[in-house]
């Protein structure tokens, strides 16, 4: 009796070994190539007239009318040509690509003006080495005996952090959906705005915090002594990070959740890390934008905004410029927002 297929015996190479598919960044830039050979292009004015390639067993037959220039990949240009070989595969896939390959492009397009909103989250999460800074120039004895190291202090935004998903999922939901009736959820997109909105706030409290911990500093005679404790309790810094802490758990899972939601199944390992990249894109442009202001802020002789001197510096201005670009990126949120709402409605 002959073996069956994929199966193993001992240590046999007795297998049957299938043939890779084609990645999907490769299948993306087919479909972007396919549409600029075609550019020239023109669709029929009856749209009947239209045929377009798809898989055999097709999610879609007829692509949508959003981003219809790259519908063009896909079209036919002339059926009695031998454009498709007899198993139903185009014959130059980089001519001429299936429906689903182009809506699952499109999908992706239409999630990166979203995607980006995260980027600035990220670049307040990833202050470098100002929490340290700060929290160790304030009062952290919790005891007569006991400090909270300054390095470890920014365990509130991990604690409010996993707290917050608890209290959503265990408390906050089933409590909603008790009230009204019927199953009770917050969009993933709804997620995204509060978490962004909450970004900005804790940039603004930050602010306010650093300038009233440099004010008393300065009172305090401590101007050149960055390492000297502040009369002003460490715990002053919770709120802020709090706040972050619950703006990630928000941006970061909806995020997640919309991507897996959104794209098609075959696109499971980016929509898994999408947000991934963002937080190291954030991590990058949070580096820049601190190198930009130092050094544009000493110029002349200056003290720098972000000067390891913590009392002589201004993190408060620091916090200001984040909350400012906190602001615009909740706005851009918005605009993004209204036109993906209006992009999903289209046939």
């Known amino acids: 009796m002959s073996p069956k297929p994929n199966t ?3 240590a046999s190479s007795l297998y049957v070994k299938s043939k890779p598919n084609s990645s999907l960044i490769t299948g993306f830039i087919q479909v972007i190539v396919a549409s600029f ?5 023109s669709f029929p004015s009856n749209e009947k007239d239209l045929l377009y390639h798809h898989d055999m067993d097709p999610i879609l037959v007829v692509p949508s009318e959003k981003i219809r220039f790259l519908n063009k990949s896909c079209m036919i240009e002339d059926p009695n040509e031998e454009d498709i070989s007899p198993n139903g595969n185009a014959l ?6 299936t429906v689903d390959q182009v809506e699952a492009l499109k999908k992706l397009i239409m999630l990166i003006p979203l995607w980006s909103t995260g980027i600035l989250l990220s670049v307040n999460i990833s202050q470098p080495s100002f929490p340290i800074l700060q929290a160790g120039s304030m009062d952290r004895y919790i005891t007569q005996t006991f400090q909270i190291p300054a390095a470890t202090f920014s365990i509130f935004t991990i604690i409010s952090l996993v707290a917050w998903i608890l209290v959503y999922d265990r408390i906050l939901i089933p409590v909603a959906s008790y009230i009204l009736g019927r199953p009770a959820r917050l969009s993933p997109i709804t997620r995204m705005g509060i978490g ?5 706030l804790s940039m603004v409290v930050g602010a306010n915090v650093e300038g009233v911990r440099r004010s008393v500093a300065i009172r305090e005679g401590l101007v050149n002594n960055p390492k000297g404790m502040v009369p002003m309790s460490v715990f002053w810094l919770v709120p802020q990070y709090v706040l ?3 703006a990630e758990a928000l941006n970061m899972v909806a995020q997640t ?3 897996i939601c959104e794209l098609p199944k075959g696109l499971a390992s980016i929509a898994t890390n999408l947000s991934t990249i963002s937080i190291g894109l954030g991590g990058i442009l949070a580096s820049f934008i601190m190198t930009t202001i130092d050094g544009i802020t000493k110029e002349g002789g200056n003290e720098s905004w972000v000067s390891s001197n913590i009392n002589k510096g201004h993190y408060d201005y620091y916090h200001w410029v984040l909350a400012g670009l906190s602001l615009v990126n909740a706005f851009y949120f918005m605009v993004c927002r209204k036109h993906y709402y209006a992009s999903s409605r289209m046939n």
């Open 8 to 10: 193993f015996f001992l």
């Open 37 to 41: 050979k075609k550019r020239n292009l």
């Open 196 to 200: 962004i909105f909450l970004s900005f």
């Open 257 to 259: 959740e919309l991507y």
């Open 92 to 97: 130059n896939p980089w001519r001429l690509c």
């Open 244 to 246: 972050m802490g619950v």
